[in-house]
């Protein structure tokens, strides 16, 4: 057995312990000693009662009275005719003189149960007699008759019980009490409790879990659910036999009969529907069998169908019909548990394999086959099929957290797993990337000094081979290979999208070009916007369009003052170089270099521009804020 298992049977079974145990206390501390304990009354019983409201005169026929004890049993006769008279059964009782009390003195009978009404006459005077339904107000109710309207009358010093009932039914009575109300309340009080409160209360909580079982239903359509909220109804509906009667019925009796005895039916059907949903390996043959029993019971004691006489005559029949069906059930039912080794299913057919002997009491009880004062048991029972049913919700509960858990942690290790895969993917992914942008920074490089200081080193020295350069020449086109081996090495610095940081590392290196040709710098840059997309080759193609454009301004325009500005227009910026030379038009003089300079300003998605402005040259490079 699981420790889950364990803790609920030692659960369950304290609380029955308890319970017992409390009984017992509260029996004990009962006041015994100021009430009297009838146990031995006169008897005489005859023909001619009747279902009618009793007479209030309490005149008994001749007769001869026979002494009898108390619990007294009139069993139910096999052959009596349909239409005979109802029976009548008189019990007398001789008080004598009974001291007045404060509180008033009081009759207390623990049980009377036939199918009849009861009337209690004191010195031949009516002081009760039943008002409710023949057939249930004997049922479960202890009666409680006040004899000396609470110290206003002198106490009767005879009492008699008058019983009317069924010709073909059976009957008894429990011994008697008589005392003072404050001593006899408590033990009224308990029995009342026992045996038709506890019924009213369990009523209440099983509507209230057969409710949250249909909810849970609706939101998850488990069918385990919804019988059990089918289970709830009905047993409500049975148990409804337990504590009404004193009252004229609601519907008629038959109808309440009928209601009760095919509940007890269609309870045992869901039962074992809903046991097959926690053992699945059970036999479904008995289910049928069950449902056809339901069917044929509802028929048969249909009272659109029947004879109400004959179906009062048999009233215990049905309940032991629906225990010989319910006890082989509910063995199959366990042997299919322990076969099938579930806990929900374990724990759900032992409750029932413990109701068994409780059905067999009870209809032992009904039968008047066992002493009256005892107490119908089903009412108790349900309290382990409550806790059944919560231990279910619980285990489940349990479980579902336990899958969650297991579920989860496999959800982290996988999670682990991939996150160990995307981290050697990624960095294979980066080594590789790594490897592509050192390889294309490689070609660039080797390309932009091929392009550039490579091929201007490869004309100098085809020109110096020839003897066509001057020393003069000579130092000036390494001059211009130098800067153009620094502009290179100076792209490749990270500049952060900052144009003004770019123009800066190009003013540095040129200028001691440009001192050393006496033209004058004017540096009126302004701060302008981030270009987000400015990456080492794009600074590079910047740097080169400049660096072009200055060497320009000192090769051909005889300038002797270049202004650097830049500014913000067009959804881009700008950088001006503006001389006081000679003049320039770009169309007459276009060659390779200027070619160039547009080739560069359109791969970084700029423009160029030259015009001709008074006093000189006007050289204007845009480029966008953003690429596309």
Request: aromatic share 8%; hydrophobic share 50%; no cysteine.
């Given at each position: 057995m699981k420790p889950a298992s364990k803790v609920y049977w030692l659960l369950s079974l304290a609380t029955l312990a308890l319970a017992a145990a409390m009984v017992l206390w509260l029996e004990h501390r009962l006041d015994n000693t100021s009430a009297q304990h009838i146990e031995q009354a006169q008897w005489m019983t005859g023909s001619g009662g009747s279902f009618a409201p009793l007479p209030p005169e309490g005149t008994v026929a001749d007769g001869s009275w026979q002494t009898r004890a108390l619990p007294l049993t009139w069993p139910q006769p096999l052959q009596a005719p349909l239409d005979a008279s109802p029976r009548l059964t008189w019990l007398q009782v001789n008080v004598g003189d009974l001291p007045a009390t404060p509180g008033g003195l009081v009759l207390y009978l623990p049980r009377w149960q036939t199918i009849g009404r009861i009337a209690v006459y004191g010195d031949d005077k009516l002081l009760f007699r039943s008002v409710g339904d023949a057939v249930w107000n004997g049922f479960n109710h202890p009666l409680w008759v006040p004899l000396d309207a609470h110290g206003t009358v002198p106490a009767p010093r005879l009492l008699r019980l008058r019983i009317d009932s069924l010709a073909n039914a059976g009957g008894t009575v429990s011994s008697l009490w008589i005392g003072p109300a404050e001593a006899l309340l408590p033990r009224y009080r308990l029995?009342?409790?026992?045996?038709?409160?506890l019924a009213e209360v369990m009523g209440m909580a099983f509507l209230g879990l057969g409710g949250f079982a249909f909810a849970v239903w609706l939101l998850r359509e488990e069918r385990t659910y919804l019988l059990f909220a089918l289970f709830t109804l009905l047993w409500v509906l049975r148990s409804q036999r337990f504590h009404v009667g004193l009252e004229p019925l609601t519907l008629p009796s038959v109808w309440f009969g009928w209601m009760t005895i095919n509940a007890g039916n269609a309870l045992l059907v869901t039962w074992y529907a809903f046991m097959c949903t926690l053992v699945p390996t059970a036999p479904r043959w008995p289910l049928k069998a069950l449902l056809g029993l339901l069917l044929l019971s509802s028929a048969v004691t249909l009272p659109l169908l029947s004879d109400t006489a004959w179906l009062n005559a048999l009233a215990p029949l049905p309940y032991l019909v629906t225990n010989?069906?319910?006890?082989?059930?509910?063995?199959?039912m366990v042997w299919a548990a322990w076969r099938h080794g579930g806990r929900e299913g374990m724990v759900a057919a032992s409750i029932g394999l413990l109701h068994v002997p409780v059905a067999v009491h009870d209809w032992m009880l009904q039968s008047y086959l066992v002493n009256p004062e005892h107490i119908y048991a089903w009412p108790f029972s349900t309290t382990l099929r409550l806790a059944m049913?919560?231990?279910v919700i619980l285990n489940r509960y349990?479980?579902?957290?336990d899958t969650a858990e297991q579920a989860n942690l496999r959800l982290a290790q996988r999670l682990r797993e991939r996150e160990t895969e995307l981290a050697a993917s990624y960095e294979q992914l980066r080594s590789a990337q790594q490897r592509q942008v050192l390889s294309q920074e490689r070609q660039r490089l080797m390309q932009d000094i091929h392009d550039g200081m490579?091929?201007?080193l490869m004309s100098a020295l085809k020109v110096a081979e020839s003897g066509g350069l001057s020393e003069a020449q000579m130092a000036l086109v390494l001059r211009e290979c130098i800067d153009d081996l620094k502009l290179t090495v100076d792209s490749l610095e990270p500049v952060e999208a900052d144009l003004l940081l770019l123009l800066a590392t190009l003013r540095y290196r040129l200028a001691p070009r440009l001192e050393s040709s006496g033209l004058r710098?004017?540096?009126?840059?302004?701060?302008v916007p981030a270009l987000t997309w400015l990456d080492p080759r794009s600074a590079l193609h910047v740097l080169r369009i400049l660096q072009e454009?200055?060497?320009n301004t000192l090769q051909h325009a005889s300038a002797t003052e270049l202004r650097v500005a830049t500014g913000e227009a067009e959804g881009g910026v700008f950088v001006l170089l503006v001389d006081n030379g000679q003049g320039f038009q770009p169309k007459v003089h276009m060659g390779r270099g200027l070619s160039n300079m547009a080739r560069r300003a359109h791969a970084i998605g700029g423009t160029v521009a030259w015009d001709a402005v008074p006093g000189g040259t006007q050289f204007r490079l845009w480029l966008p804020l953003r690429i596309c």
């Open positions: 029995r009342r409790m026992l045996q038709t409160g010989l069906a319910g006890i082989p059930a509910t063995l199959l049913f919560l231990y349990v479980g579902a957290v490579g091929s201007q710098l004017r540096w009126e840059v302004v701060d454009g200055i060497s």
